[in-house]
């Protein structure tokens, strides 16, 4: 059976691994693109057997159950989180330093390939060592999350290799990918199957990400090729069906009509506590109007996470609301105020529960993203057109 469950978990990532090299406009060569993934999948090998002798050497895990939360969270970014994102980039630095990487797309493409090689060898031994259902469901959200945060740092180096310089992209993207990798491995590999409830909008955010970096490269490669520049007109985000490229969501951040309006930040702070509060207690409501019991949550039991649900979703449902109604009373033309009071409104959140409940924290840090995300979209909908 835990042969079965490698194979079935080994077969997406393959899948995974063609679609993005048939995404690449100048397609890489597939015995460079299968190399980089082999050498990501060794060196994964690799980088657990070191884990595992350090794991014996200091009795240190990542699994709250073995040590205290604050062990594993040490532990887990600290030296798994890293040494994990160092070893991809170690996997694909062969093909950044060929001939082959001749534009700025193809450091998500490499980058992506040893990600998967790295997630093979991964899962292969999670499945080998574990034959509880609930360590395939882990694996299988671990699996895209590996390409997503290896996008990151890859984009990086696909605009270093098109300035034909270093910059802070590579360095700044890394660093990132390891916080967010470590946050992400902490949900799906540290704590209860309950847990993996937070996993869902860490990976839907973590997919957007990555789909936009791609395509921002991919743009600036066919630029580059053509020796021009098209001239992009994105603050009004007039068109929904054509997404916008990472300069679009900077430009409608700007103002370029009035000055900040840095009152609607400060009441947007105030707005989107209510919507967080008000949204939990509509979820409580809810909850008891359908004889949902939330005293049954046990993080170790899968089977009760339908409470938790209910609650992350009546949490998030108050961002967009609040976004919507920060720029429709405000009369806002740009997304910059909604964004920054739920910016900090978040940031307050999470220095509450630092203080008070740090179970709570990393939680809060792997929804922050996607509740900034609804936030803007609500901003966007009740926006004044410009």
């Not at 994102?85 to 998500?108: L, N």
């Not at 093979?120 to 959200?141: D, G, K, M, T």
């Not at 973590?206 to 789909?211: D, E, L, S």
Request: hydrophobic share 55%; with cysteine; charged share 15%.
């Amino acid at each position: 059976m835990g042969a079965l469950k490698v194979l079935v978990i080994l077969l997406p990532a393959a899948g995974l691994l063609w679609l993005v090299w048939r995404s690449d406009r100048e397609r890489e060569p597939p015995a460079w693109v299968i190399g980089t993934a082999i050498f990501g999948a060794v060196l994964g090998g690799l980088s657990f057997w070191l884990r595992n002798k350090v794991t014996v050497w200091t009795h240190l895990d990542i699994d709250i159950r073995t040590n205290s939360e604050k062990l594993a969270l040490l532990y887990m970014f600290a030296f798994v989180a890293p040494l994990g994102e160092a070893a991809k980039v170690a996997a694909c630095w062969p093909a950044f330093r060929s001939r082959h990487f001749d534009e700025p797309y193809d450091g998500v493409v490499y980058a992506s390939a040893a990600a998967l090689g790295y997630a093979a060898i991964e899962s292969a031994i999670v499945l080998w060592a574990h034959s509880e259902s609930v360590w395939f469901l882990r694996v299988l959200f671990a699996l895209p999350a590996h390409v997503f945060f290896a996008s990151a740092w890859g984009w990086g180096l696909g605009r270093a290799r098109q300035l034909r310089e270093p910059g802070a992209h590579f360095p700044m993207l890394f660093l990132v990918a390891v916080a967010g990798h470590g946050v992400y491995a902490h949900i799906v590999y540290g704590r209860g199957p309950t847990a993996l409830v937070a996993a869902v909008p860490f990976v839907l955010v973590m997919g957007v990400i990555a789909f936009f970096l791609a395509r921002d490269l991919r743009k600036r490669s066919v630029i580059s090729d053509r020796s021009r520049i098209t001239s992009l007109s994105i603050a009004s985000l007039e068109v929904l069906s054509k997404p916008p490229s990472l300069k679009a969501f900077r430009e409608a951040l700007r103002n370029r009509e009035r000055p900040i309006a840095w009152r609607w930040v400060a009441f947007g702070i105030f707005v989107h506590l209510g919507g967080m509060v008000l949204g939990v207690t509509a979820a409580i409501v809810l909850g008891h109007v359908g004889h949902v019991d939330f005293s049954i949550v046990d993080e170790r039991d899968v089977s009760t996470a339908g409470p938790v649900a209910l609650l992350v979703a009546g949490l998030l449902a108050g961002f967009p609301i609040s976004g919507y109604l920060i720029a429709r009373a405000g009369e806002l033309t740009t997304l910059f105020e909604p964004a920054a009071g739920s910016t900090l409104a978040l940031a307050g959140t999470i220095v509450v529960l630092f203080l008070v409940a740090p179970v709570a924290l990393i939680f809060a840090l792997a929804l922050a993203p996607i509740a900034l995300a609804l936030s803007c979209a609500g901003a966007y909908v009740g926006r004044e057109e410009v």
